[in-house]
Every structure is written in C-alpha cells, then in structure tokens.
C-alpha cells in the first residue's frame, strides 16, 4: 500500500534534484542560528496576527457547503478567494480547475533549483452547517472570541491552509533578510518582473528582485473532501505530470491538544454504507396489526445490537483477518502522550468512554478499526406521529479501516454478514460507497519525518514532540499512490475545534503555532543535503 523509498536520493519521477537526504545535526535548535529563525518567523507572524484573522474571517464568509444546491456558486467564490490569496503571496502560477459539481486550486512556486519538491493537499469545502444551532455566532458570520475564531470551516479546513500561507509570508521575509544580511544575492531572490495576473498587497517596482521559496512547492487544495473526494482520482491523473513531488503533506489533520504537539503518523480507513429493511408494504396503524406485522425498526435493532462482541469488537465473520500487527515503538510512543481519560471526555464532550477490550483510547482511535452509525430513522422522526408500524427502517454506517484492510474486501464481508442476518421477513436494500471509499496509510521512515519534528518542535516551543495517529480518513493513500511519494501529515484542528458540528472555531494561537512550524518545515528541508 504505502511505498518506501528510502534515505538515500529519492526524488519524485520526473524531478531532476538531489533528493531529501538527513542533515548531519538532527538535533531541535542545535544552534543559535537554528533559535534565531524560529524566533523571527514567530515575531514575523505574531506581529501580523490580525491581518491572519482578519483573511480567514473573510473566507469563512463565503459559504462554500459541498452538496448543497444553493451554494454551489459558493463554491467557487471560495476556490476564487483562495486563488487570489495565493497570488498576493506571490505564486506565479495560480489555477481553479473545475472538479465535479466544484473547483480545486492549484499553486506552483518551483524555482529552488535542486531543492526538494513538496505537494501540499487541503480542501476549502466545508459542511452543511444548520443555524439555529449555533450558539456563539451564525456558521457564515465570523467573530474572534477569547482567542478562537467561530465559524463554519474556520478549522475545517480554511484555517489549515491559512496558517500555509502566513507560514509562508514568513518563509519569504526570512528568505529576504537572509539576503540582505549574507552581503550576496540570494539565489532564490530572481530579478522577474510580477506576472500580469498576480495582485500585491505590497507592489514591487517592476523588475526588481522577488524571493522565492526556498524550495518547490505545489498546492493542491481540492473542494469535494467532505463527500469523499469523488473525482480526485481522475484530476491527480489528468495533472499527473504537473503533480509531482518528492514528498506530499498532508494537511487537513488533528493535533494531540493545545500545549502538547504530536506528530501524525498514520490515518485510519473509511467505507460509508446505507442499509434499508423493509416490513409491511406501507405504514401500517399500530393497533390494528400490532403483535403480528414485521416491524423493520426492530430487525434493524437486532442487526445493530448484533454489530459488536461482547469485548467491543466488530462481528462480520473475517473482519480482523487482515488487520495488520501495529510496530511496537509507535504503541510505546501512543502511551508516552500526556493523556488522561478525564481530559479526553472533557475536550472531545463525549460523555464517556466506550470501545474495544484491551486497547488504551489512542490505540482504539488510530491504530484499530471501528464503525459507527451516522443515522437511523423509522417512523416519525420529525413532527407529529402517526403512531404506525413503519414500513421502513435505515440506518447510515460509517467503517474505519487500518493498516493491512482494504475497504473492497470490507465491503464484501459487510454485504455477506447482512445476507446472513437479516430475517427472512423483512426485504432489504444495501448501498456500499466504494467510489468514495479511501484506504488506511501509514507514514514510511523518510527523512523528512524527523525534520518535521524539529520544525514543530520550533513551531510550538516544546522539546517533547509525540506520536499520534488520526481518527479519521482522507485521500492519503490515494496521493501517495498516484504520485509514488511519501505522504507527511500536518495540520492545526483540535478535537475541541467542533469538525462537523455546531459552533465550530479555530485556535487563533494554534493557527500562529502551526504557521510557524511549516515556516520552520521549508527551512529544515532546504538544508537537508
């Protein structure tokens, strides 16, 4: 699934540089110069924290929900937004390419000559947000309060990509001072005039020099992520030659908490599917077949009830049989994290603690797999009833996959334990979504790894950077796959961020932190060997 390709020289087809390769000194903040430019991009960013919130404010004000009719123009205001933000960086080559029923964007500063190259992925497509359940603003109307920003894609993923491009307003005035300071033309600094389609916040006098990045980067940051990415697939195909990197990072990922960084390793999995059994042929009044109709609610209980051992873990015959041994050092990293039971439900407000026998809750969130139910609906779920026997009952499953599974197989074990279960009285309808469906990865040992490591440890201002894993899914696997590159994940959510639900907001200091560490990431990479 995942590939290796190793210490020593790797580069992404069709790139011509030297590969990543480890620096002689590993060591977090081994210098004073290695301090003093964590220290500036800091000053860099802190002292432009308003114009930070200020952008994302505004993009969160454009409503981009995928899937929903009415903003399907919002969509594309959203793509437009993110493009024109990427030109006042500076991009040279900026992009909306059309995808399904959205648009992707696509950025490319590659003028380090024999650098590494790096693809960034996010989306800027955000949920159905419903507002009259938010209680600290409406979804589309942003507000800052007591340090995080409020609203709908706020962290999911706008903020994510917005702390990419601060980090790298900051990369560029180090890239400048460097300049200026060494006495000597940077090599990145080239004499360019600005390209027509590109608009400065800061206009430079026609000619004069422009610092680039010091090494090459491609964005990509898609806008169907939150229905499963359906048409990622065919655009890395039709972009493959363009596309390809030494490395992608992936950013669209939790954090372990606020004050404690870990670095993501791994993500789990997804296979949606969508069970509906059926009883008598219309809904039938309770009191007059009451006792003797079959009532699909209940079945579809038995079968849910029936979904789990008595240890916790999933029932389908063969569903473990691939799950494959997790290494042992990533479990001791898992135990070394500061984590308590009590904090967890306090940040997550998941009430409780339930799951698989054996396993600690980090290891049932990133290293097992899992299902849960999404929705469930029989009868009358909304007004008033009328007191039927329903003729329909369905429920939306949600699977999570690990290492060694492979979501066709799960799909077949799913539609072979339903077969099996369901009563004979009752029909039965099962949709699995394979053309959504995205594998489990895990991150191969690279080089990079350990210079993330230093850059988040820079970018947080800890000595101790964790190991963790993420709950959910995402088109990992497929990226590494179609660019044959290793995927690194980074990204700026917390579990108390509200992904997906009422209230969502961002860490306003979390997005400064995650700024810096990217900012941190380029420099650690341009001066691997």
Known sequence: MEQ????????????EGPGLHAPEHQGVNDDGADHDVGADLRAFVESRRAELEGQLAEWVRVPGVLGDPEHTKGLLRSANWLAAAFRDVGFPVVEVLPTGESHAVYAEWCEAAGAPTVLVYSHHDVRVAKPGQWDQTAPFDPVVRDGRLFGRGSSDAKGQVMAHLWSLRAHLAQQSKRSLTSGAQNPNALSLPVPKTQTLSHPEPPGSARTAPAVNLKYLVEGEEEGGSPHLAQLLEEQADRLQADLVLFSDTLLFREDHPALCMSLRGMLSAHLELTGPDVDVHSGAVSGAAPNPAFELSRLLAGLHDGEGRIAIPGFYDDVAAVPEDFREALARLPFTEEDWVKRSESGSITGEVGYTVPERLWLRPAVEVTALVAGDPVGLSSAAVPSV????????TVAG????????????WVQDTVGENYGRTLSVDLETAQEPY?????????????????????????RMGNAGGGPAELLSRSLDAPVLFFGTGLVEDHWHDSDES????????????????????????
């Open 393 to 400: 009952a369905s429920v939306d499953l949600s699977f999570r």
């Open 442 to 466: 895990r991150t191969p040992d690279h080089p990079a790894v350990s210079a993330l490591e230093r850059a988040m440890a820079k970018g947080f201002r800890s000595a101790d950077v964790g």
């Open 405 to 416: 599974q492979r979501v066709e197989k799960v799909a077949g074990q799913l539609r072979q």
């Open 4 to 15: 290796y390709h190793g210490f020593e020289g790797h580069d992404g087809p069709g790139h």
């Open 506 to 529: 961002a860490n306003v200091e979390v997005l400064v932190n995650g700024a810096v560490t990217v900012a941190c990431f380029w420099d650690e990479l341009a001066r691997m060997e």
